[in-house]
């Protein structure tokens, strides 16, 4: 079963959830609580897939013990290695360590394939 099958979060406020974030990642940084990832222009670096990062971001697992909205390991690498502003990065900060800390799987049932959300 894949993550987004199980779902509770399929309205105006996740919506608006998405756009607010896009709206904060445009500004050049994504601010997590335990770290700051600088990117490039996300309006022109991979805007449908960033759009698709936001909408997968809001997707709220209906178990209790589900692991949350997580990216693949793969597509946040892909994601920050095209687009992440690596002149502002931290020193030793990779796309690939920062996606060790973000989105450390590829098991289908614990993470969200971008793919499905970028066909027409």
């Not at 601010?31 to 600088?38: R, T």
């Not at 960033?50 to 994601?79: F, H, M, N, T, Y």
Request: aromatic share 6%; with cysteine; proline share 8%.
């Amino acid at each position: 079963m894949m993550p987004t099958e199980l779902f509770r979060s399929c309205n105006v406020q996740s919506d608006q959830g998405a756009m607010n974030d896009m709206k904060l990642w445009s500004n050049g940084t994504i601010k997590m609580p335990f770290m700051n990832i600088p990117v490039l222009d996300i309006r022109k670096c991979l805007p449908d897939m960033w759009k698709a990062v936001a909408c997968s971001l809001q997707i709220k697992p209906c178990l209790s013990k589900a692991r949350g909205s997580l990216i693949c390991k793969a597509d946040c690498v892909e994601i920050l290695t095209q687009c992440g502003d690596r002149k502002r990065f931290y020193e030793g900060q990779t796309p690939e360590r920062i996606c060790d800390l973000l989105s450390p799987t590829e098991d289908p049932e614990r993470c969200i394939p971008l793919y499905k959300y970028l066909r027409p």
